[in-house]
């Protein structure tokens, strides 16, 4: 199974998050491409693809929004999984909603998007970005998951290749029953659909 990991970051935490996300899904035996949004040519060949993005004032990052444009037609009816970096204060809604993540999810018919805590060093940030995380108290401090994050890849790659053996069986079965077509071939494993 091929799989494309491609996220927008500006100050490499969530580059991170896609880093370990890769090696977990290596782990499970999957075949991992990691390439941020703006670097990718062309999806062909992938099986599954996770798009992903650091969230800043509630919208995720240019570059992760301008590939769910360029790429919703040939993501159409492909394994996409979305994800969000960010959130720094558990349960802060207003400011942890990237609002962006459910167009994209509507639009590339994504199967799941996850909220990953992110990571705020004020030594990185410039004089605007430390103003706005002063004005709302959101605390330093590196809160990002790893376990979370390496389970997420786990079901991932359990939840494609499941999808992969059901059809390869269904393939099988039409070959010894002769049959060219069959109603099952339409058939997808119940997956959790994108959170709107
Ligand atoms: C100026 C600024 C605005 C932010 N706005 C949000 C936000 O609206 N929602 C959120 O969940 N996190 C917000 N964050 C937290 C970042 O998403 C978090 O620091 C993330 O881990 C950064 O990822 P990156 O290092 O990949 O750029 C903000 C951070 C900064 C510096």
Redesign the pocket.
């Known amino acids: 199974m091929r799989v494309l990991v491609s996220v927008a970051?500006?100050?490499?935490?969530?580059?991170e998050i896609a880093t370990a996300l890769a090696a977990a899904m290596r782990h499970h035996g999957a075949q991992v491409d990691v390439c941020p949004p703006h670097r990718v040519d062309d999806v062909d060949g992938y099986d599954v693809v996770v798009l992903g993005s650091?969230?800043?004032?509630?919208r995720w990052l240019r570059t992760a929004r301008e590939f769910a444009e360029r790429y919703a037609s040939p993501l159409r009816g492909r394994a996409v999984y979305l994800f969000s970096?960010?959130?720094?204060v558990p349960g802060d809604r207003p400011?942890?909603t990237?609002y962006d993540a459910c167009a994209v999810a509507e639009r590339l018919d994504a199967r799941e998007h996850r909220t990953f805590p992110?990571?705020?060093d004020p030594a990185v940030?410039n004089t605007g970005?430390r103003m706005?995380?002063r004005m709302v108290g959101?605390p330093p401090g590196d809160f990002r998951d790893w376990d979370a994050v390496g389970s997420w890849g786990a079901h991932i790659v359990a939840s494609t290749t499941a999808g992969h053996e059901e059809s390869g069986r269904e393939e099988s079965g039409r070959e010894e029953s002769g049959h060219e077509e069959s109603e099952a071939a339409g058939t997808a494993p119940a997956q959790q659909k994108a959170g709107r």
């Not at 970096?85 to 720094?88: A, I, R």
């Open positions: 970051s500006k100050h490499g935490s969530t580059a650091a969230v800043y004032r509630g970096s960010g959130p720094v400011v942890n990237p992110g990571k705020l940030l970005e706005v995380v959101a």
